[in-house]
């Protein structure tokens, strides 16, 4: 009796060029290390890529990027989805998990400038510069350190948001340092803001590829990309925002390191205004990584984020 081949993988992604950039590298890596196997990607549109004319922070973005992709997988249509893990809400749905981190591409923001400011950092452009980002973590710690630049929301892939920076839209705008070298645009990176200027969102420069829980013939392919010391870092991140509560549309900003087995993560909170701000760190073993997070969460709370983050969320709610 001849065997059946084994069954292809249905890798799900969405249809951006850094989406696919990303979900791509994913299923080739598999199909290096798994060459019996066959991995077929499969895109879908979500309502983050449909919505492009309203702020994110208007709509709501409990799996804005994430559902359509949470769906087919639990439906069966695909067998894992590749996410930016800073896309990725901290709850996921019941019978799905985060099967695998990836290594991180450097995590921080950086600063793309328009032509006429090649001279210009951060703290040097003039005042009234418009600056333009669709992040609330990132708008609330420019506005923190650099009250005098003008701040505009701007939306769109990464290609649009280019455009509209050298159309002279804006003066300069904020994008992750991850995205512009993935997409092999590193030369557009003006400066990579440090991380006391700018802290950056949860997993951002990580991918993580969620799957169904129960899989483990899915979770047992997966193996072979995890990154253990990114892994750390992104479930002491993940954690801490899961225990503040707040989804990327708040202001609310990490940076963590390994050094040894010695984890050390320092988170932000602010107000949309950027004129209050908490910000502390912890350091412990990083295999209590999640423990930390909720530690530092608590830490947070107790030096007044409680209160920053019912003003937020209480603003939100008037302005959708």
Not at 73 to 79: C, N, S, V, Y
Not at 241 to 249: F, H, I, P, V, Y
Request: aromatic letters at 4%; charged letters at 25%.
């Amino acid at each position: 009796m001849v065997s059946s081949p084994p069954r292809s993988i249905r890798i799900g992604s969405r249809k951006s060029q850094l989406a696919l950039v990303q979900t791509h590298w994913v299923q080739a890596e598999l199909q290096q290390r798994f060459a019996d196997r066959k991995f077929e990607v499969h895109t879908m549109s979500t309502q983050g890529d449909k919505i492009l004319d309203v702020a994110l922070a208007k709509i709501g973005d409990k799996g804005l990027f994430t559902k359509e992709l949470e769906i087919g997988m639990l439906q069966g249509e695909i067998d894992f989805a590749v996410h930016s893990l800073k896309d990725l809400p901290t709850r996921l749905p019941e019978g799905l998990m985060l099967g695998c981190v990836t290594e991180r591409e450097d995590p921080a923001d950086a600063l793309v400038v328009h032509a006429r400011h090649q001279d210009k950092q951060i703290d040097t452009l003039p005042e009234g510069a418009v600056v333009g980002t669709s992040s609330l973590r990132r708008l609330a710690q420019l506005q923190h350190h650099y009250p005098h630049l003008a701040f505009k929301d701007i939306r769109g892939n990464l290609n649009t948001r280019l455009q509209k920076l050298d159309a002279g839209e804006f003066d300069a705008i904020i994008l992750a340092v991850a995205g512009l070298r993935r997409l092999g645009m590193a030369e557009r990176i003006h400066q990579v803001l440090p991380p006391e200027v700018s802290l950056h969102a949860v997993g951002q420069g990580a991918l993580g590829i969620e799957c169904r829980a129960e899989d483990s013939e899915i979770l047992e392919l997966l193996k072979a990309l995890e990154h253990q010391p990114t892994a750390y870092r992104c479930y002491a991140e993940r954690s801490f925002l899961r225990e503040l509560e707040g989804g990327c549309q708040v202001p609310i900003g990490v940076n963590t390191t390994i050094e040894g087995n010695t984890l050390t993560l320092t988170g932000m909170v602010a107000s949309l205004d950027g004129q209050q701000m908490v910000k502390d760190s912890i350091s412990g073993a990083a295999t209590e990584a999640e423990a930390l997070g909720i530690q530092l969460a608590h830490n947070l709370r107790q030096q007044g984020a409680t209160e920053i983050l019912e003003a937020i969320f209480t603003e939100i709610q008037r302005g959708s």
